[in-house]
C-alpha cells in the first residue's frame, strides 16, 4: 500500500471514531432528556411516597413492545430490549430503587431473571424461600417478588402455586429465562478440575456434555447453583455450573458457555406485587377456581372450562392442587389470554364465578416481552 493510501486509510478511520463519537453524545444526551421528563413524570404525580408508587409495568409493556416493533438492526432484539430495560430502570431509580425480592442464595437463575425484568437499578434481596419472598412484599419490606413457577422440562413449582391459596398478592408480571449453563471455576484448563458442584437439576441437564467431556469428574449435588459456585471458589479442582451472574458474585472464570444439553429449555418466573394491574394491550390472566365438587372428574374440568370455550377465550395452562380444605378436594390454576377486564375474558370470568366455589382472580398483567 502506498503512502497516500495508508493516510487515506487513517483519515477514514478517524472519520468514522469521530461520527461514532458524535452519536454517543447525542445518545447520552437523550438518555439525559428521558431522564429530566421521568422527574416530571413524577412531579407531576405528587409526592406519592416510594419507587413502587411511580413503577407501571403494563406502562413498561407496552414501551418495550414498541422497542420490539421499532427495531430494524444490526442490533438483535435481545440487546435492544436490554438497552431499554436498563435505560428504564436507571431513570426510575432516581426518585428511589425499586426493592425487589427474589428466592436466593445471590447467583442463582432467579437472580437473572430479576436482573432481565427490572434492569440493574434495583435493590436486589435474596430470601431464603418462596414463602419468605411472599411474606417479605406482604409486609412492604419489597416492592416486588420473583419466583419460579414452572420449567419446560422439569414442571410446576408446587410451592409457589400453593402460596396463592393463602396469600393476598396478585401476579403482576412473568419473565421467561432461557436457561443457559456454564463451567465456572477459579482453575485454567478442564485438566486440572477434579469435582463439579451443582444444583442436581443442572447437573442432569448438562449430563451429555459432561459425560462427553469430562467422564472421570465428580459430581456433587448441591443445594443450589450458588453454593457450588461458593465451593468452586474455595475449593482448589472444583468447578461449578450455573449462570454467568454466578461467575460475577463468586468471582470465577467462565471455563465453557453453554453446556446445557437442550438449547430450548427455560424457566418461567412470575413477579408479584399487591395490587391489580390495568390493560397492556397484549395480557394474561391467571385464575384460582373450583367446584364444590372437585371429585367429579371430566365433568368438573368441563363445567369450568364451559364458559371460556362459550366466550372464545384461550387457556394456555391449568394446574390441580391439593385444596387444604379437605380431603380429595382440589383447586386449579389457570391462565388464559387477555385481561380479566375486558372483554371477553371478563364475561366468561363473571360466568365462571357463577358456577365456583372459590374464585379469586390471582393477577392480570403483560406478558412476558422477549
Not at 435474596?126 to 419460579?148: S, Y
Not at 453454593?227 to 471455563?255: C, F, H, N, Q, W
Not at 446445557?260 to 390472566?285: P, W, Y
Amino acid at each position: 500500500m502506498t503512502a497516500t493510501g495508508k493516510d487515506k486509510q487513517v483519515m477514514d478511520l478517524s472519520e468514522i471514531r469521530n461520527r461514532i463519537n458524535d452519536v454517543d453524545e447525542r445518545i447520552q444526551a437523550l438518555i439525559n432528556e428521558r431522564a429530566t421528563i421521568a422527574q416530571q413524570v413524577g412531579a407531576a404525580k405528587g409526592e406519592l411516597g416510594s419507587a413502587v408508587d411511580y413503577y407501571r409495568p403494563e406502562r413498561e409493556a407496552e414501551v418495550l413492545r414498541n422497542v420490539l416493533k421499532r427495531n430494524k438492526g444490526p442490533l438483535r432484539d435481545e440487546e435492544m430490549l436490554r438497552l431499554f430495560r436498563e435505560i428504564m430502570s436507571a431513570c426510575l431509580a432516581q426518585q428511589e430503587p425499586l426493592k425487589i425480592g427474589f428466592l436466593g442464595p445471590e447467583g442463582t437463575f432467579t437472580q437473572t431473571s430479576v436482573y432481565k425484568h427490572f434492569g440493574h437499578s434495583v435493590r436486589a434481596l435474596p430470601f431464603h424461600t418462596i414463602d419468605e419472598v411472599f411474606q417479605e412484599v406482604e409486609c412492604g419490606a419489597a416492592d416486588f417478588g420473583v419466583v419460579p413457577i414452572e420449567n419446560s422440562t422439569e414442571g410446576s413449582v408446587n410451592n409457589t402455586l400453593d402460596m396463592f391459596l393463602t396469600s393476598p398478592l396478585k401476579i403482576s408480571g412473568e419473565i421467561e429465562l432461557k436457561i443457559e449453563q456454564h463451567l465456572m471455576s477459579k482453575m485454567e484448563g478442564l485438566d486440572n478440575i477434579e469435582r463439579i458442584c451443582a444444583h442436581e437439576q443442572s447437573l442432569a441437564q448438562c449430563r451429555g456434555w459432561l459425560r462427553e467431556y469430562l467422564p472421570h469428574v465428580e459430581l456433587i449435588g448441591m443445594s443450589s447453583n450458588a453454593s457450588g459456585a461458593r465451593r468452586a471458589r474455595d475449593e482448589d479442582g472444583t468447578a461449578a455450573i450455573g449462570p454467568e451472574v454466578a461467575a460475577d458474585v463468586y468471582e470465577l472464570k467462565i471455563m465453557v458457555n453453554n453446556i446445557e444439553d437442550r438449547a430450548d429449555n427455560a424457566t418461567r418466573f412470575l413477579v408479584v406485587g399487591r395490587n391489580l394491574l390495568a390493560a397492556s394491550g397484549d395480557d394474561k390472566t391467571t385464575i384460582l377456581v373450583s367446584t364444590s365438587d372437585t371429585a367429579g372428574g371430566a365433568g368438573v374440568l368441563h363445567s369450568l372450562l364451559q364458559p371460556l370455550a362459550e366466550y372464545g377465550v384461550n387457556m394456555t395452562r391449568i394446574e390441580s392442587r391439593p385444596s387444604r380444605r379437605k380431603k380429595w378436594d382440589y383447586v386449579f390454576f389457570i391462565d388464559i389470554e387477555g385481561h380479566a377486564e375486558e372483554s371477553p375474558v371478563a364475561e366468561a370470568l363473571q360466568k365462571l364465578e357463577k358456577t365456583s366455589s372459590l374464585f379469586r382472580v390471582l393477577g392480570a398483567y403483560p406478558k412476558a416481552v422477549g
